[in-house]
């Protein structure tokens, strides 16, 4: 069984074996792990020498000590040697080496739960190295951990992959860190617009603005007061995104354009996610509410409430009773046209399409496992029926905002 280490060095090996020694000492580890060029392995050699009966070692060789990304890969096996040992607590020492090799190690290390030390001091020689004697060693904070840049960079990826309830995972680690006073307003509030997003994103028209409406201002103000102008940007493009889910609300229960905008969007980004069976049944439903839309926008017929019909086609009331398919709404709606002399029309144009092209795309969605068959959707079978949909005028509303 692996033997379990308190504490695991990570040293970058230069020329000079005496802040080496001293960080050793320090930091009195159970296990170290030099990463030395050829020209350097002389030192870590002499250390192992001197040490080797108390300490477990490990030694990887640089072929080129200024190729940062040579030095990248040895600090990333350095990591995983240390985690085969079981390592409690990994301390990567940055003094010895090149400078491409100390930065090498950060940028290999950061993130990944390491501790950085440095071995300086004031007295130093000719040569700007630190006498023996008046070292110092320095335990330097990882950057990543105090700004919460790991789980920032999950949040990003989260969001912009429309996955909130991921993104509120991720947020929530960050507010469980050390924070300033605005930081954490800053995340709770952005925390309840992702909230209202998710919301948003499920049809909770209401709950969403609800959300938007308490979160989104102070969000704002608080990234215009840092002057981070990204998230400035996002904000104010989501200001316009909540003007829209009004318009929606407006009218809400309503078939309106403004709605059949959303929905589309909403079934872009399902698809960008390779959901094409969720994207083509929002467009299934997309082409009746094109039609319902413009029957109600030009006049205030609602096709699913015969009360709302005009005298002129009381007499077609009772077909909506028997419309259960697409195909019967869509003649219906064509047919209210016709009575009240209207030619040409979106509700017209879209029948017309369903018997031709429109309706072979659409038997994709019959056939597909989540309607009447057993056949998955492709990624060909969406684009065509969206980009018909785009041929009759139908588009969406804009992408919300990414990171």
């Given at each position: 069984?692996?033997e379990?280490?308190?504490?695991?060095?990570?040293?970058?090996?230069?020329q000079?074996?005496?802040?080496l020694?001293?960080?050793?000492?320090?930091?009195?580890?159970?296990?170290?792990?030099?990463i030395?060029?050829q020209?350097?392995?002389v030192?870590?050699?002499?250390?192992?020498?001197?040490?080797?009966?108390?300490?477990?070692?490990?030694?990887l060789?640089?072929?080129d000590?200024?190729?940062?990304?040579?030095?990248?890969?040895?600090?990333r096996?350095?990591?995983?040697?240390?985690?085969?040992?079981?390592?409690?607590?990994?301390?990567?020492?940055?003094?010895?080496?090149?400078?491409?090799?100390?930065?090498?190690?950060?940028?290999a290390?950061?993130?990944?739960?390491?501790?950085?030390?440095y071995?300086?001091?004031?007295?130093?020689d000719?040569?700007?190295?630190?006498?023996?004697?008046s070292?110092?060693?320095?335990?330097?904070?990882?950057?990543?951990y105090?700004?919460?840049?790991r789980?920032?960079e999950?949040?990003?990826?989260?969001?912009?992959?429309c996955?909130?309830?991921a993104?509120q995972?991720?947020?929530d680690?960050?507010?469980?860190?050390p924070?300033?006073?605005?930081?954490?307003?800053?995340?709770e509030?952005?925390k309840?617009?992702?909230?209202?997003?998710?919301?948003w994103?499920?049809?909770?028209h209401?709950?969403?603005?609800?959300k938007?409406?308490?979160?989104?201002?102070p969000?704002?103000?608080?990234?215009?007061?840092w002057?981070?102008?990204?998230k400035?940007?996002?904000?104010?493009e989501?200001?316009?995104?909540?003007?829209?889910?009004r318009?929606?609300?407006?009218?809400?229960?309503k078939?309106?354009?403004?709605?059949?905008?959303?929905?589309?969007?909403?079934?872009q980004r399902?698809a960008?996610?390779g959901?094409?069976?969720?994207?083509?049944?929002?467009?299934?439903?997309?082409?009746e509410?094109?039609a319902?839309?413009d029957?109600?926008?030009?006049?205030q017929?609602?096709?699913?409430?015969?009360?709302?019909?005009p005298?002129?086609?009381?007499?077609?009331?009772?077909?909506?009773?028997?419309?259960?398919?697409?195909?019967?709404?869509?003649?219906?709606?064509?047919?209210?046209d016709?009575?009240?002399?209207?030619?040409?029309?979106?509700?017209?144009?879209?029948?017309a399409?369903?018997l031709?092209?429109?309706?072979?795309?659409?038997?994709?969605?019959?056939?597909s496992?989540?309607a009447?068959?057993?056949?998955?959707v492709?990624q060909?079978?969406w684009?065509?029926?969206y980009?018909?949909?785009?041929?009759?005028?139908?588009e969406?509303?804009?992408?919300?905002?990414t990171?």
């Open positions: 069984m692996q379990q280490l308190n504490t695991v060095l990570i040293l970058g090996v230069g000079t074996l005496e802040p020694e001293f960080a050793l000492t320090e930091h009195t580890p159970q296990g170290v792990i030099f030395a060029s020209d350097s392995q030192v870590s050699a002499e250390l192992i020498q001197r040490y080797g009966e108390a300490l477990r070692f490990h030694t060789l640089l072929d000590p200024e190729d940062l990304g040579e030095v990248f890969r040895k600090g096996l350095a990591l995983q040697k240390a985690l085969e040992w079981e390592a409690r607590a990994i301390v990567a020492d940055i003094t010895g080496g090149t400078k491409t090799m100390s930065a090498g190690l950060v940028l290390l950061t993130g990944q739960g390491v501790t950085f030390s071995v300086g001091g004031q007295a130093r000719g040569q700007g190295r630190v006498k023996s004697g070292e110092r060693l320095r335990l330097l904070e990882d950057p990543t105090r700004y919460g840049l789980e920032w999950g949040f990003r990826r989260a969001w912009n992959q996955d909130y309830q993104a995972a991720f947020l680690a960050l507010l469980a860190r924070l300033t006073p605005s930081e954490k307003r800053f995340y509030h952005l309840g617009i992702t909230e209202g997003m998710l919301e994103d499920l049809f909770y209401k709950a969403a603005w609800q938007l409406e308490r979160h989104l201002e969000t704002l103000t608080i990234a215009e007061a002057g981070h102008g990204g400035v940007r996002v904000l104010q989501l200001q316009q995104a909540q003007a829209r889910l318009a929606i609300l407006d009218r809400e229960g078939p309106t354009f403004a709605l059949l905008a959303d929905l589309l969007a909403n079934a399902r960008s996610r959901r094409h069976d969720d994207a083509l049944a929002r467009l299934y439903r997309a082409v509410l094109a319902e839309a029957l109600y926008e030009r006049h017929i609602v096709l699913s409430d015969p009360k709302s019909y005298q002129a086609a009381q007499h077609l009331a009772q077909q909506i009773q028997r419309a259960t398919g697409l195909k019967d709404r869509l003649s219906l709606a064509a047919t209210i016709g009575v009240l002399g209207q030619s040409q029309t979106l509700p017209q144009r879209l029948y399409a369903y031709g092209e429109l309706g072979n795309l659409l038997q994709a969605r019959h056939n496992i989540l009447h068959g057993f056949t998955p492709k060909e079978s684009e065509k029926l980009k018909s949909l785009q041929g009759l005028g139908l969406a509303a804009p992408a919300w905002p990171w």
